[in-house]
């Protein structure tokens, strides 16, 4: 099984907790979540929801196992699509879950931190 990590937060920044769940899920492999422009208009979010679906079915036809999971969490207008093309596939994708505590350390600026809980299946 394999656990591919579509977003902006490399595997080697997460903490303990949240690299032992994705572990729980199989071989784990980042794809990095590309810059969306916020210029782009639709058939721009399905041409790289489709970019990016065939790639992971790439990625993930390397492995023997059928159980494959995809973490998918970017730009929400593209992580929909890529959610609908992936599901459609029968491919599992999971949300990240955490919570976020905010430090203001001057006027006007602050400090936000997040503490993974868990994984998520979309629905």
């Known amino acids: 099984s394999m656990f591919i990590n579509l977003s902006n937060h490399p595997l080697s920044t997460w903490d303990e907790l949240q690299t032992s769940d994705a572990q729980q899920?199989?071989?784990?492999?980042?794809?990095?979540?590309?810059?969306?422009d916020p210029e782009g208009d639709e058939c721009y979010i399905?041409?790289?929801?489709s970019d990016y679906t065939r790639q992971v079915c790439y990625i993930l036809q390397q492995s023997e196992d059928s159980i494959h999971v995809v973490h998918v969490m970017g730009e929400l207008n593209l992580t929909y699509a890529l959610v609908c093309e992936l599901s459609k596939?029968?491919?599992?994708?999971?949300?990240?879950?955490?919570?976020?505590?905010?430090?203001e350390i001057a006027k006007g600026k602050k400090e936000v931190f997040f503490s993974f809980k868990r994984f998520r299946k979309y629905i």
Request: glycine share 6%; net charge positive; with cysteine.
């Open 46 to 49: 399905n041409k790289l929801a």
């Open 25 to 36: 899920y199989g071989q784990c492999i980042d794809l990095a979540f590309p810059d969306v």
């Open 89 to 103: 596939r029968g491919i599992t994708c999971v949300a990240s879950t955490s919570n976020r505590t905010i430090k």
